[in-house]
């Protein structure tokens, strides 16, 4: 559904705030081995949601990504179009050109209501609101 660049933009944001909560920076190694990714990969991830202010960075020996409190607000569809656009926003589930209401292709209707969901989950639902469920350690970023 998503762009690998955007999974792992969503849970490396996820273990940055998991990590923040503790008061800590982590470096882009250790994100990458949590979330299950490249690191080089990861690295350019990082470099895009910094730029977008999502997430903070400082360098040096004491540096790493972390995010303040403010940020723990911002909606997860914030790391969805910075990362792929409003591609899934806007575009059609089979790919077509013209898929429209008026024009629908033929899974339009049906998946237009599951999209609509899709679409409010990750407007309403923010970083900070998947933290606590992360920290009671009811969700999890890596496979075992």
């Known amino acids: 559904m998503f762009s690998k660049a ?23 190694k250790e994100i990458a081995a949590n979330i299950d990714a490249p690191v080089h990969f990861t690295a350019k991830i990082l ?3 910094v730029r977008k202010n999502i997430v903070h960075s400082i360098k040096g020996p004491n540096g790493g990504f972390y995010l303040e409190r403010g940020d723990l607000k911002t ?13 899934f926003y806007n575009t059609c589930v089979l790919g077509l ?26 407007e ?12 009671n350690k009811n969700f999890f970023l890596k496979s075992k």
């Open 6 to 28: 955007t999974e792992y933009g969503i849970k490396a944001t996820m273990y940055i705030a998991y990590k923040t909560n503790g008061g800590e920076r982590v470096g882009v």
């Open 97 to 122: 050109r013209a898929c429209s209401q008026k024009n629908p292709c033929p899974v339009h209707n049906e998946f237009k209501v599951i999209k609509e969901k899709i679409i409010d989950m990750l």
């Open 47 to 49: 470099q895009e949601l």
């Open 75 to 87: 909606p997860i569809g914030k790391i969805v179009k910075t990362l792929d656009g409003d591609k």
């Open 124 to 135: 309403k639902n923010t970083i900070g609101s998947f933290n606590t469920d992360l920290i």
